[in-house]
């Protein structure tokens, strides 16, 4: 039998419902990080030796905190139908560490843009006076202004990564809103009985 009734019964399957949606975004966090890591285009200018790890570093962050959130997610929904204190707290704590985190690589991203550019611009002009690295990178940007065209494509993945984010940290903060009423309403009601 269930140990929350009426409006905590209602937040009960909001907060199921959330945990979901925040696995769904873990996926898409994931997959976003997956993309940037194995574009065509990304994976070509970038795997060549001396290429600039600051992008990679940050691509790395979305992949690991993608699989996190899929499995936090997971264990909240499972702490929400099960009614467990221990695990709504824990999810609560998972999700404060993990909004953290994602602030802090949001900010890394956004300091580190134009190093990221810049590192990649040297990159690309050194690779140029070379031989050797040449082909690959020249045919990528060939039809268009080399540094401009690594400007735009910098900008328009960073600005991807950047709307991503703000949407799943608005469905963290209604997680851990979530998870603390039903966890308090699961502690008062042992109270009563």
């Known amino acids: 039998m269930s140990k929350v009734q009426g409006g905590m019964k209602c937040v009960k399957y909001l907060l199921f419902f959330f ?6 975004s873990g996926s898409l966090v994931l997959a976003v990080g997956l993309w940037l ?4 285009n990304t994976s070509s200018l970038l795997n060549e030796d001396g290429a600039p790890e600051t992008f990679f570093i940050a691509v790395y962050i979305l992949i690991g905190a993608g699989g996190i959130m899929m499995l936090v997610g997971f ?6 139908v099960r009614e467990s204190q221990c695990l709504l707290g824990s999810f609560f704590a998972c999700l404060l560490v993990i909004f953290g985190a994602e602030v802090a690589a949001g900010v890394f991203g956004f300091l580190k843009k134009d ?7 040297n990159f690309y002009r050194s690779s140029i006076s070379e031989s050797g ?15 401009t065209a690594i400007n735009d494509f910098f ?4 600005f991807i990564i950047g709307y991503v984010g703000l949407g799943i940290a608005g469905v963290m903060i209604i997680g851990m809103i979530f998870s603390m009423v039903l966890c308090c ?3 008062n009601n042992r109270e009563v009985i």
Do not use: Q
């Open 115 to 121: 190093k990221v550019i810049e590192e990649v611009t």
């Open 19 to 24: 945990n979901f949606i925040f696995w769904l």
């Open 133 to 147: 690295n040449s082909t690959s990178i020249v045919t990528i940007y060939h039809k268009i202004d080399c540094i």
């Open 155 to 158: 900008n328009e993945k960073l």
């Open 185 to 187: 309403a699961i502690r």
């Open 75 to 80: 264990f909240g929904c499972c702490g929400a």
């Open 37 to 40: 890591r194995f574009d065509p």
